[in-house]
């Protein structure tokens, strides 16, 4: 298994920058989370990266050597728009793609029992695709991105709308793929899945890369804050002290950004004259806390309702 590049990637529609200098790796068995508000790229990058849509720069490279269809056909792309033909059957449609693949008839009927059965859809695989619910068309939607046993994994959005059961299968098959060694790119914007699952992120926001690293990075990156639970104290107590330059309510205490100068014995001495503490510990934020800002659209599209 190879690494997948993303190369300076740029792409115009119109008069709209929708990519700008992109650029990130994914090292073979490397799970990486690709996030960003809607609008930010992610999807752009997909398509680069598989090969149904050109960048106006960039390259995106498998092993060091451009992608083309002979590479992409190895690879197994998850789009967002599910391009699923709603009167076949689970297994028509599987065995087709496989087919679509390269695979011969009789590999891509195992293929299609092995995944229907991984997936749990082995009850669903004479029924349409249009009478399954939405969870097991995007399962149909997985099956059919690994039916020919794809090097590389590229998964817009797999986890949207999903049911939680279909959620952890979606969760389990990516770590399997990536154990095997196959680079797995997805996008989400659900910050605690990719928290979960990811070894690295990165975040997209208008077309650049706004940040990139492993979680255990971008975490030390972010600021950390100290939980403190008093109990007996006055709730207005931090506004008072010399050592917090900030603070709110969290769970069942406060969460407080020290002022420049001071560390944490100060705020401790302080909040033992106000009552018994409880408890204080060092917080890092959560990834959802630190891009919350990055994630969410900057501004309310329109018509929408804040
Ligand atoms: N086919 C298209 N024609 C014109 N603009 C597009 C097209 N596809 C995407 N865009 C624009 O490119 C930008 C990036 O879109 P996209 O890659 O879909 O973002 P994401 O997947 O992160 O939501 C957005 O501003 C979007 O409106
Ligand atoms: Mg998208």
Redo the contacts with the bound molecule.
């Keep these: 298994m190879k690494t997948l590049e993303i190369n300076a990637l740029s792409?115009r529609?119109?008069e709209?920058l929708?990519?700008d200098s992109l650029s990130f790796t994914v090292p073979p068995g490397e799970i990486f989370g690709?996030v960003?508000?809607?609008?930010?790229?992610?999807?752009?990058?997909?398509?680069i990266a598989v090969g149904v849509?050109r960048a106006d720069e960039g390259d995106v490279r498998y092993g060091g050597a451009p992608v083309d269809v002979h590479t992409s056909a190895r690879f197994g792309y998850m789009p967002?728009e599910r391009g699923l033909y709603p009167k076949m059957t689970v297994a028509k449609h599987l065995v087709y793609l496989g087919r679509l693949h390269g695979l011969s008839t009789k590999d891509a009927r195992a293929a299609m029992l092995r995944w229907t059965e991984r997936l749990h859809l082995s009850e669903r695989r004479d029924s349409a695709i249009d009478a399954l619910s939405l969870g097991n068309r995007q399962r149909v939607q997985l099956a059919a991105a690994l039916v020919h046993d794809p090097d590389v994994l590229i998964l817009?959005?797999p986890f949207s709308g999903l049911d939680p059961l279909a959620v952890q299968d979606m969760a389990q098959v990516i770590k399997e793929k990536a154990a095997d060694g196959a680079p797995v790119l997805f996008?989400s914007h659900q910050l605690d899945l990719v928290e979960r699952l990811c070894d690295r992120v990165g975040v997209?926001r208008?077309?650049r890369l706004a940040a990139c690293g492993s979680l255990d990075v971008l975490h030390s990156a972010g600021p950390a804050r100290l939980f403190l639970q008093v109990d007996g104290a006055r709730a207005d107590w931090p506004d008072r002290c010399a050592a917090v330059a900030a603070y709110e309510a969290h769970e069942d205490g406060i969460l407080v950004e020290l002022a420049a100068g001071h560390d944490e014995n100060d705020l401790l001495r302080a909040a033992v004259d106000q009552g018994r503490v409880r408890r204080m510990a060092w917080q890092r934020p959560t990834l959802t806390e630190m891009f919350r800002d990055l994630i969410e659209p900057a501004e309310p599209a329109e018509g929408a309702v804040r």
Excluded: C, P
């Design positions: 792409k529609y119109g709209r929708a990519l690709f960003g508000s809607n609008g930010a790229g992610k999807t752009t990058t997909m398509r849509l967002e817009d959005e996008s997209v208008e077309g």
